[in-house]
Every structure is written in C-alpha cells, then in structure tokens.
C-alpha cells in the first residue's frame, strides 16, 4: 500500500494529522517530509504493526 498525500498548511503546526483509509492489520512505514516557511525541509520516517482486532462486539441490551 504506496500512497502519497500532499498537504498545505497555512499556519504554523506542531501536530500534522492526515486521514487515513481503513488499513488492514500488518506492519506500515510512514516517509514524511515538510517544508517550513522558510523553505527550511524535514524529513523522516516511522513504522508501526497494526494487529488484528481481538474485540468481541457488543450486544445489545435486552428489552424488559
């Protein structure tokens, strides 16, 4: 799963959040570069292991 998603943010951030499509469980990296004002680039990368749910769902509760 290659996506690539191009943001612009016209105020100064220190949290960028970007919406995701549901991901299935298995091991992701994350590239992520941004450009400041000043044209100052960073840029670095993170991984993380989505696992497979182990919740049960729910019942509903019970009429009297």
């Known amino acids: 799963l290659a996506r690539r998603r191009e943001l612009a943010i016209e105020e100064a ?3 960028v959040t970007v919406a995701l ?6 091991e992701y ?3 992520w570069r ?10 670095g990368k993170f991984a993380f292991t989505l696992a497979a749910s182990t919740a ?9």
């Open 56 to 64: 049960v769902p729910a019942s509903k509760p019970q009429q009297p």
């Open 34 to 43: 941004v450009a400041g004002k000043d044209s100052h680039v960073m840029s």
């Open 21 to 26: 499509p549901a991901l299935i469980p298995g």
């Open 13 to 15: 951030a220190k949290e």
């Open 29 to 31: 990296v994350v590239n």
